[in-house]
């Protein structure tokens, strides 16, 4: 997922350079790369420091073998464990392509069609266009097709209760801003419906199950899970860290399991690395083929036009999106890679199959862009590319797009330190009220502030702390949901809706709930 973030002071940073685990393993018939054998270590000790990472974790492989397996920094900031090679992350959208290969992998064995309408498998399944129920394809479920704004519903269904059959039913309530095969935005609950077709065509086995059996279980990853309940009590993982309204602090795990095939999957570099060989070796894994080629190659088709624009910074002219995976043509060669957004966790896995070349990064910081420049770092090191400092590079741009910012939580926060008084009594904002794709919120009053609970999301609550008018500051219990603005629509003494915003990370558009 992509984030947009600012960074402030770690007063921890020296926790962050705890010196790295592991060490490469066996080098490659490759000539070596200077960047990788001289420059690697420090170059990602000095961006973590930069970009405020408490630890990372990293494997390329070249040739078929792993040239580096390792980890830096600390899974706790304040605590002396290290990262290694097998310290486990949430790679969240990085799942994405392991559902695509599901169901490219049926489709080779005639199980389903990734061109057959999704209503054969989902009789019931409607979108709000209704020519455009009447023929989106399973491919277009993974194809992000749907004309939605990127994340759209999203608020929705994240963290929530709401189980897959009802994400998917629900999808038929969204209205998109856009044209059905036409617009692209980056749809979550797309997969969440694509997952489903695969206990429909299968007579029952559960994506889950049918993932753990046909790619994990074959590759040998043994320390990857479908699920992500359960992590906090797993040995050896990386926590979940957030700067993005005020010092780096430790967030809540993420659960994703109601929307799993989308983001719920748990991995560490050492497992990725099979993964990578098996995407470099044409769906073979230790000289076994795991997955036909031609059915492993429908996931890398281009679907989805993204951009068919020159680069200005980076050497690639197109950006298209597979299944599961986006492509583009680095220094012209082709490449394939996905980024993964968690609460506090953000990933990358990437793999250039001309040059051989594989690369995973898995860190706990999510408002940062080191996790992705540090791919780019190594694409260039590897694939040609005159050398030029990515991260300072990056760091650069963030700090002239931050001296034109203004911090809209402060903004936020002088608002409500005048104490004005509210236009109404509280009371009168007070009461249930509903929106038919989120479903229904609660407000009560709780002493001057007004309190929200969300039926649907458990544990999730929000304060809201008068500012003027009709407005609210809006702090939901969960850090990630963010800092924000809430406004009521009054019709002369009687509250008729409020319009809740979340985080960019969570969603884009405001919800009106109207009081009921």
Request: glycine share 8%; with cysteine.
């Amino acid at each position: 997922m992509p984030l947009s973030r600012s960074l402030r002071h770690l007063a921890v940073a020296t926790a962050l350079l705890v010196s790295s685990t592991s060490v490469a393993l066996a080098q490659s018939s490759s000539p070596a790369n200077h960047f990788v054998t001289d420059s690697l270590d420090s170059y990602i000790r000095r961006g973590m420091r930069q970009w405020q990472v408490p630890g990372l974790a990293i494997v390329v492989v070249k040739d078929g073998k792993v040239v580096v397996q390792k980890g830096y920094g600390v899974r706790e900031v304040g605590k002396p464990e290290p990262v290694d090679a097998n310290t486990l992350f949430m790679i969240a959208s990085n799942t994405k392509l392991f559902t695509g290969t599901a169901l490219a992998k049926l489709d080779g064995e005639k199980k389903i069609s990734l061109d057959e309408k999704v209503t054969k498998y989902l009789p019931d399944y409607r979108l709000y266009d209704s020519l455009a129920s009447q023929i989106v394809t399973v491919r277009d479920l993974m194809s992000h097709h749907f004309g939605f704004k990127t994340f759209q519903g999203d608020f929705s269904f994240f963290k929530s209760n709401i189980e897959r059959p009802e994400i998917v039913r629900r999808m038929r309530l969204m209205k998109p801003g856009g044209q059905f095969r036409r617009d692209y935005g980056y749809s979550n609950s797309g997969f969440v419906a694509a997952g489903e077709v695969i206990p429909a065509a299968t007579g029952g086995t559960s994506w889950e199950k049918y993932v753990q059996q046909n790619l994990l279980q074959p590759l040998g990853m043994s320390n990857t899970y479908v699920s992500s309940t359960g992590f906090a009590q797993r040995p050896n993982i990386a926590y979940a860290y957030s700067n993005t309204f005020g010092p780096l602090a430790k967030v809540p795990f993420d659960n994703w399991d109601n929307m799993a095939p989308c983001a719920s999957m748990v991995s560490n570099v050492t497992d990725l690395a099979k993964w990578l060989r098996f995407q470099l070796d044409s769906g073979r894994y230790e000289g076994k083929q795991v997955m036909p080629w031609a059915a492993l190659r429908k996931t890398r088709d281009a679907n989805t036009v993204i951009s068919s624009r020159k680069s200005t910074i980076y050497p690639t002219h197109f950006t298209t999106y597979g299944l599961g995976v986006e492509a583009t043509d680095y220094n012209g060669q082709q490449t394939f890679w996905h980024t993964g957004g968690a609460s506090g966790q953000v990933s990358n896995v990437c793999f250039v199959p001309e040059a051989g070349l594989g690369i995973a990064i898995l860190t706990n910081n999510d408002n940062q862009s080191f996790f992705e420049l540090l791919r780019y770092q190594l694409l260039d090191s590897y694939l040609g590319v005159p050398y030029v400092d990515r991260s300072a590079q990056g760091l650069k741009r963030k700090q002239q797009y931050e001296a034109t910012q203004v911090d809209p939580t402060k903004a936020l926060a002088a608002r409500v330190a005048k104490k004005n008084k509210s236009a109404l009594p509280l009371s009168a904002y007070v009461g249930e009220f509903e929106n038919k794709l989120f479903g229904h919120i609660i407000i009560t009053q709780k002493g001057k502030q007004l309190l929200i609970q969300f039926p649907t999301h458990p544990g999730l609550t929000a304060t809201l702390d008068y500012m003027d008018g009709q407005e609210f500051r809006t702090t939901y219990s969960d850090l990630v949901f963010g800092v924000m603005p809430a406004k009521f629509e009054v019709e002369g003494n009687k509250v008729k809706n409020v319009e809740l915003r979340v985080n960019d990370y969570v969603e884009y558009d405001p919800y009106v709930f109207v009081k009921f």
